[in-house]
C-alpha cells in the first residue's frame, strides 16, 4: 500500500509544465500525508533523476545545437538554434527546468524535516541542491539573467518572479554545492549512476570557472576551481588507458565516470546520439556497413553530421579519438554516403540492425579535471603548469606532448581545442566557446559558420507567451 501511494504521488507531482507559471501547486494535504519516512524522500529523488535525464537528453537542451559542432545530416530539421534564427516568437521554454527545481526545492523543504533523519535522506537532500545548481547553471549559461526561485510553488498566489542578474544566481549555485558538501554521508561514491560529493567538486569546478570567465570573478574562482578538481580525482576516479572502454555499453560506471544518467533498453534507450546515428535504409550498401552504429527506421536519425570543425581539428593520425568519435561510410564505389558519430554506439541484439542506444549519458568524467585545472592555471599564466595538465590527456589521446608557444593565449586556445578532440558530441562544445569568448581567448562570431556575419545574442530569448503571462519579465537584451 506504502508503494503504491508513493507512484501515486509521484505521478500527480511529476506532471509536466508549459512554463514557469504553471508549476504545479502542491497541495497541503498531499504534503501532510507524504513527507513521512526515508522511502518518501528517496522515492521522490528517483522521480527528480528520471526528470533531470529527461531535461539532460537532448543536444538542443545543452544548447550544443548553436556551436560548430554539427552540420544538417541526411534527413530532418534542423533546430532555429542551430541555425542561428532565434526570436521571441520560436525561443525555448526554460519551463521543464524550473518544474524540475519545484521538485528539488519540495526535497530540500520537507526532506530535513522527515525522521528519523538517516544517511540516505541526508545524500537525498544533498542531491537535490546539486541537481538544482546544476540545473540553474544550465540556465544561466543559456538565457544569461534568470527567475531564482527557492521554494516551491504550493500557493496559487506566488509571486511572479522577475530575471536575477547570472551573478546573484551564480552566488546562489554556489551555495547549494556547498550546502551539497556539508550533507553527504561520505566522500566517494555509492553509484556513479547518484550524485556524490565528488559530483559536487566536479559542478563547483565547472561553476567557477563560469563565474571566472563569464560572470568576471576574481583569480581566487580559480584557485577554488583548482581545489574542487584535484578533490574530484582524490575521490578514485582515473584516465582509462583505452579510450573506447570509456563509452563501452558493458563497461558502464567504469573508473573514469564520475556521474552519468543510467540508460537501458526496455527502461531508457533513446540516447541523443541517435540523432547522428543512420538507418539502416541509408547505409545498406555500405562497404563497411558492419562497422556502423546503424539501427532500423525508428532508433536513428541522421539530423545532424559531424562538422568539419571537428574533423579537422584531430591534428595527429595517432589521435585515437578520431575514428572512436567519427566513422564514414562509403559505398562500393569508396563514394562518401555520409559522416556519423561513432562514440555513443549502443548496443545490438539478436539482428544486427536492432541496435539500443542505451549509452549512459555522461554528465562528469575524469578527463574533464586535468583539462579544468589547466584552464585555471593558463588564466593565471602558469602556462607549464597548464601544459603539465593538458598532456594528461593527450597522452591517453596517443598525441603526446605538447610542443608548440607557451605564451597564455596559444595555451588557452589548445586547451579549448582539446577540449573539442576529447569531448566531441559529450554536450560541451557551445558552453566552451562561450567561456574562451567572454575569457578573450576567441572570437565565437568568427567560430561558428552560422555566426558569421550576424549581430545574434549569444544568450536564449524567452518565449512572447511567458512575457504576456508574467510582465515582470524582461527580454533578453538585444531580442
Known sequence: MKKTAIILVLTFL????????????????TNSSYWKGEGDVT????????????????TYGHREDRSDAFVAGLEGSVSNAWAQNLTSSNAPSWGSYYTLNHHCNLVIKYGPKTEPNTANIKRAIASAYVIRAYNYFMLIRAWGDVPLVLEPTESDNAPLPARKPANEVMTQILSDIENALSLFPENGYVDKNMISKPVAYALQADALLWKYKVLKGTEQDLTNAIQAADQVMASGVELLPVFTDVF???????????????FKRDEKSDHYGSRLKPRELFVGNAKNKNDLAYAKETRARSVYAPSDAIKNIYISTNDVRKNASIITAIDQSNNVIGDFDNKFRGKTYEDPADRFYEDDLIIYRAAEMPLFKAEALAALERTPEAVAELEKVRNRAGTGAYTGPTDKQTVEREILDERFREFWLEQRRWTDLLRFHFGGTINVYNMVPNLNGKTIPLFFPIPQTEIDLNPNLEQTSGY
Do not use: H, P, Q, W
Not at 511529476?14 to 504553471?22: S, T
Not at 563501452?248 to 543510467?262: M, P, V
Open 248 to 262: 563501452s555499453t558493458d563497461k558502464k560506471k567504469n573508473k573514469e565516470i564520475i556521474f552519468a544518467l543510467f
Open 14 to 29: 511529476f506532471m509536466g509544465c508549459d512554463d514557469l507559471l504553471n508549476v504545479k501547486v502542491v497541495s497541503d494535504i
Open 43 to 58: 522515492g521522490y529523488m528517483n522521480g527528480i533523476y528520471s526528470n533531470f535525464r529527461e531535461l539532460m537528453n537532448s
